[in-house]
């Protein structure tokens, strides 16, 4: 089987790709807030929830960007 190398440029494209949707995700999940903050009585875990969602995803992002900015490096 033939192997076929990514370029650094290919994977950091891979990696703005991946970076786009989380930031999609967590536009998604500060909306969500949003929405349940609106109501009459708005559910703390509803919230807790998805705050807790947020802090997931933006560990991905740092996790992204770090990796993006070691092959950025090394080009």
Do not use: C, G
Request: hydrophobic share 35%.
């Amino acid at each position: 089987m033939t192997e076929y190398a990514l370029t650094n440029e290919e994977k950091n494209n891979i990696i703005i790709t991946h970076l786009r949707t989380l930031a999609f995700q967590k536009y998604n999940l500060e909306v969500s807030i949003l929405e349940e903050q609106s109501l009459n009585e708005p559910n703390q875990e509803t919230i807790d929830s998805f705050n807790l969602q947020l802090q997931t995803i933006q560990k991905k992002i740092d996790k992204l960007e770090a990796e993006s900015n070691s092959l950025t490096a090394a080009e």
